[in-house]
């Protein structure tokens, strides 16, 4: 799938952009990966640690289309992952996320097109699925953009999204911030109730190959990954540190989502994925006979089926984190 292809990272000296891009040096014989990102500070320390002749740094934001015009040229690949991601910052300058996570996503898309680029997949979250906040809600705009691009797209470029969880050890995460606080004499926490979804950056990078190999335009694949207590996640991190309550933050959930009721009625399970087909027909494309895949391979979900971290089968215990984190 990815021999002697040319791919493109958007966000690409982010926390998954760059460790993606580390993970395909090493494991893939690409022709070619473009690393576009607007931060020159962060391209300069990584073209340093890279130092390899496959990689070439391009200097641009989502929000200059003509710039991703020259960017996605020759490109059989893009990873969307560039967005503003901080819930309060956001919160405080709403259309600075709308900019990038909105009109920045429809720029990919159409620079995409126009360059005909193979495949176009959107990295989004499962605040995107319900969202409370402005952030959550701008990605799941950003779905709906690259789903329903597949209208316009024709079978020449097409356009689908992968939806997950915090990530263990990115950067800014609260993962981090525990870390640095291990030995302190108090640390804050929220809600002693909450739950959030946790996935490796290995189970991301599977997440992404998975949906590049396997889509045909308008999914939205989902992991199955872990949940975890929030008090089990500070005494994983900051064991025996004492804990006050500050009570749910602004645009903050107490559960997150991943797949709602809604989408559960087009959606199924395949493997250790889930994997929502579009809501709105393409009237050229019959769903049924493009999808016809996982409708024979995958097992439908059931009309109420809903995917939340406090709902969730599968959960993290103390040691099993700190296994992980480690790893």
Request: glycine content about 6%; proline content about 3%; some cysteine.
């Amino acid at each position: 799938m990815l021999e002697q292809k040319t791919v493109l990272i958007t966000g690409g000296t982010g926390s998954f952009g760059s460790n993606f891009a580390r993970y395909l040096l090493a494991n893939y014989n690409l022709k070619k990966l473009i690393i576009f990102s607007r931060d020159e500070r962060k391209q300069f320390d990584l073209q340093k640690e890279l130092q390899d002749k496959r990689v070439r740094f391009f200097l641009g934001d989502v929000r200059d289309l003509p710039r991703l015009q020259r960017a996605f040229k020759g490109v059989d690949i893009v990873i969307h992952a560039a967005a503003l991601k901080h819930i309060p910052i956001l919160e405080y300058n709403p259309f600075e996320a709308v900019q990038t996570n909105i009109l920045g996503s429809q720029n990919v898309i159409n620079a995409a097109i126009d360059q005909g680029v193979a495949k176009v997949l959107l990295i989004s979250t499962d605040k995107a699925a319900h969202p409370v906040n402005l952030y959550g809600s701008t990605k799941l705009c950003a779905e709906k953009l690259f789903i329903n691009g597949n209208f316009y797209a024709s079978d020449a470029t097409r356009l689908a999204c992968v939806r997950y969880g915090n990530v263990i050890g990115s950067r800014g995460s609260i993962v981090e911030t525990l870390l640095n606080k291990a030995h302190a004499e108090q640390v804050c926490i929220t809600h002693e109730g909450m739950t959030r979804f946790w996935i490796s950056l290995e189970q991301a990078f599977n997440l992404v190959l998975f949906a590049l190999e396997n889509m045909d335009g308008g999914e939205i694949f989902i992991p199955k990954i872990p949940s975890m207590k929030l008090v089990d996640l500070f005494e994983a991190l900051a064991p025996g540190v004492e804990r006050t309550v500050s009570g749910i933050r602004p645009g903050e959930k107490l559960h997150e989502v991943l797949l709602t009721k809604e989408e559960a009625r087009r959606a199924y399970e395949v493997d250790k994925y889930f994997v929502i087909l579009p809501e709105f027909e393409n009237k050229d494309i019959q769903l049924e006979n493009r999808f016809e895949k996982y409708v024979k391979n995958g097992t439908k979900l059931h009309d109420e089926f809903y995917y939340s971290s406090d709902s969730n089968t599968h959960w993290f215990t103390i040691e099993d984190f700190r296994k992980m984190y480690k790893k």
